[in-house]
């Protein structure tokens, strides 16, 4: 069965993601740590805006989403930008017929609120099984402890139709202490695109 399409059915100025520039939190997360050029994994690659930054670095990039708008998208924003990648449509709760040990760092920015608590073992599989051995993982999802953003709980529901699920930092932290070190857990604000958010911020490395 494939997953919903969040893009269908909204107009892309619409998407609160859709953005020119990438947050400065990824983009100083990972230039700390790689600092020659190396294959990234963007999970949940979206219309590809940080994808073609460390693309533009230098970097070989390979963007995954679920939505077939979105891959269509990054593409079209690779063409234009002249840019190199590799975008597939794939959802990554399910099981990946992909080369294992493949990529230098894996990061997935607002993407694991979108999956819900009985597909995380999956999607954290996927992401360690993808990695080489030693790689770096960072996840940035939204946190059950902002109080701005859709109510409150762990389910919430969003303008653009979407459901959400705000994690804990300690779920967080059980979910992927099963397949990486933890290196640094920690709750962030990020600016959004009229409100700020509160989000947990994992910083991992591939045991
Ligand atoms: C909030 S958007 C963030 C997009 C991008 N990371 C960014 O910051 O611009 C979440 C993205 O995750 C994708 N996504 C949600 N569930 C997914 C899944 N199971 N597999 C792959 N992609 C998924 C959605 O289609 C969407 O593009």
Redo the contacts with the bound molecule.
């Keep these: 069965m494939k ?1 919903i ?3 269908k059915g909204i107009s892309l100025d619409k998407i609160p ?1 859709k ?1 020119e520039a990438s947050p400065n939190v990824l983009i100083h997360s990972i230039e700390k740590l790689i600092t020659k050029p190396s294959h990234l994994l ?6 590809g ?2 994808a073609a930054y460390f693309a533009s670095k230098g970097h070989k990039i390979t963007g ?4 077939e708008t ?1 891959i269509l998208h990054a593409k079209q924003l690779f063409k234009e930008k002249n840019l190199a990648g590799n975008f597939l449509e ?4 399910k099981l990946l017929a992909l080369p294992k040990h493949t990529y230098d760092m894996a990061y ?4 694991l609120h ?2 819900f608590p009985s ?1 995380r073992d999956t ?1 954290a599989k996927n992401v360690s099984n993808l990695l080489k051995s030693q790689a770096y993982y960072l996840s940035i999802c939204f946190s059950e402890k902002d109080e701005n953003f859709g109510g409150e709980g762990k389910f919430r529901d969003t303008p653009i139709g979407t459901k959400l699920y705000f994690s804990s930092k300690e779920e967080i932290e059980e979910l992927m202490s099963k397949y990486f070190n933890i290196l640094e857990i920690k709750e962030i604000e990020l600016k959004g695109s009229s409100i700020p958010h509160q989000a947990i911020f994992c910083l991992m490395q591939k045991v």
């Design positions: 997953s399409d969040i893009y993601w953005r963007d999970l949940g690659c979206g219309l805006n940080d995954i989403d679920s939505s979105a794939l959802d990554l709760c997935d920015f607002e993407v979108h999956i597909n999607y």
